[in-house]
């Protein structure tokens, strides 16, 4: 019997593409809610993009944020961290300092960009988001980062970042990713902390860095609109997002 359900945000209950949430996204969730099956969602985003950001609506009893790194409760209140080892640390902050191309940090409490450029802004105007301000590192403990890149230039950051995992969600940005770490380690972690087993677990994603998560659970859900490599692992493919593909493949599997 399934017990938890892990969503992705972007692209996979929030559109960027028509309505920013469907009425049947939201009324899938509370069912999910009256039935007892908890809903937690997993993102790339920070909270610093969370904090005070619109839901639409969207109800979940949980968040995992900075691609499973930290866990807040369903009133966004801190729960635990996973922060980088120094020496993964040092690696992400020496490739910060080259500003060989745009690079974000991810701390606790905030987002540290070491320059903006044209590409920065369209990737972050196709998600809604607003512009980072430009910053500077000051020894904060870190979650993990992203590099506003092409993938032609993945071979280049892995020179500098050997240590680390490209989790491509745009096709200008990537997560910079360590072990442990990622989505996948996420929700291993949240049925270890809750004596569950993946059987009891359904995945929903659209993008690269969902593939561990989908992989990771009993039931692995691709969005109509994921990219290629998602459906290829997945168990189902739901209907695109702007299409109720969240109510739809809820249904199909007979969850609500």
């Known amino acids: 019997m399934v017990k938890v359900i892990f969503f992705d945000l972007d692209g996979t209950v929030l559109s960027h593409t028509g309505e920013p949430v469907r009425e049947s996204t939201r009324q899938a969730l509370r069912e999910l809610g009256k039935k007892g ?30 691609n499973g790194q930290a866990f807040y409760d369903s009133k966004l209140n801190p729960v635990s961290f996973r922060f980088l080892s120094e020496q993964q ?42 512009v980072y301000e430009e910053g500077r ?10 590099v506003y890149a092409p993938q032609e230039q993945e071979k280049l950051i892995s020179r500098y970042l050997p240590n680390a995992i490209l989790a491509r969600w745009d096709e200008q940005a990537a997560d910079i ?30 993008s690269y860095n969902d593939k561990s998560m989908l992989q990771a659970a009993g039931i692995a859900v691709a969005m109509g609109n994921s990219v290629a490599e998602l459906k290829e692992v997945a168990d189902y493919v739901a209907p695109h997002i702007d299409e109720g593909g969240v109510y739809e493949a809820l249904r199909h599997l007979k969850l609500i």
């Not at 099956?37 to 979940?60: M, P, S, V, Y």
């Not at 020894?139 to 980062?145: M, S, W």
């Open 37 to 66: 099956i908890k809903r937690i969602c997993c993102t790339g985003r920070n909270i610093g993009e969370l904090a005070g950001f619109d839901l639409h609506g969207l109800e979940f009893d949980g968040y995992y944020t900075d």
């Open 89 to 130: 640390a040092d690696e992400l902050v020496r490739f910060f300092d080259l500003k060989l191309m745009p690079t974000l940090l991810a701390t606790q409490e905030k987002l540290i960009l070491n320059y903006l450029n044209d590409d920065v802004r369209q990737v972050l105007a196709r998600i809604d988001i607003p």
């Open 137 to 146: 590192y000051n020894g904060e403990r870190l979650l993990n980062g992203v």
């Open 177 to 206: 990713v360590y072990n442990p770490g990622g989505k996948a380690d996420a929700l291993e972690e949240y049925l270890k902390k809750n004596g569950l087993t993946r059987q009891q677990v359904v995945a929903f994603g659209d």
